[in-house]
């Protein structure tokens, strides 16, 4: 299971529905299970259809989170017109396996939020609740 | 000593630690460092051909070693290296 502070879920979710219809990413800090704050990063791909998170967006969020005693605990893009479930590409470029990862999908009128745990190419979905008490 | 600090992924192959003390005067020689004392960690971070793997991305402070020396970037005893994974998807 995973947690979210309600104001780090609408960030990550209001900057998805901004980069639409481009697909937009962004990094999860926290700790364990809980995430803290959630940065929004450019695309450099620029892409409908893939991401590549800005490495130069990493290394912030890295610094960022060492500064708050946190981890990058994973990372969130969106699914401008496909399910909110991870791609062949997105498995096979997982690029930690402790790591959670968030799809949002347009797909439908309402956003869909999902997360996800990636382990030697197995997806294994997991509850992502969202809490009312404010963190950003 | 450089400060190197290291991603989740990484931490295994490194002791379990989130940065590390490093001696060396460049990149090359400060992964070689880490590698000396954690054997693993070298796969990890250096392709068969001694190169970065494309999944990796190192930076001397705030500059990514690939647009510097790569891996024969010079290091100074105050520098901090931050070794981070690439992370790209998408739905195709």
């Not at chain 1, 130069?56 to 909110?84: P, Q």
């Not at chain 2, 460049?26 to 954690?38: M, N």
Request: glycine letters at 4%; charged letters at 25%.
């Amino acid at each position: 299971m995973i947690t979210m502070d309600v104001v780090a879920y609408e960030k990550m979710v209001a900057s998805c529905l901004r980069k639409y219809p481009l697909e937009a990413c962004g990094i999860l800090l926290g700790t364990l299970h809980r995430v803290t704050r959630v940065e929004p990063a450019t695309n450099i791909e620029n892409s409908a259809r893939i991401y590549t998170i800005d490495p130069k967006a990493m290394l912030f969020a890295d610094r960022l989170a060492e500064e708050l005693k946190a981890e990058i605990i994973g990372v969130y893009h969106s699914h401008t017109h496909s399910e909110a479930f991870p791609s062949p590409t997105d498995v096979s470029q997982v690029p930690d396996p402790t790591w959670y990862y968030v799809l949002v999908s347009f797909k439908r009128a309402i956003p869909e939020v999902r997360a996800y745990e990636i382990v030697d190419g197995k997806i294994t979905e997991t509850p992502l609740v969202v809490e009312s008490s404010k963190s950003q | 000593m450089a400060h190197v600090r290291l991603p989740t992924v990484l931490r295994p192959s490194a002791g379990g630690n989130s940065s590390l003390e490093v001696n060396g005067e460049s990149i090359r020689e400060i992964l070689e460092a880490i590698s000396s004392k954690y054997p693993q960690f070298v796969s990890q971070v250096l392709t068969e051909d001694g190169e970065l793997h494309k999944f990796v991305n190192v930076y001397l402070n705030d500059d990514d070693v690939r647009y510097l020396e790569k891996l024969e970037t010079k290091v100074g005893t105050d520098d901090r290296i931050s070794i981070l994974p690439a992370v790209a998807g998408g739905m195709e």
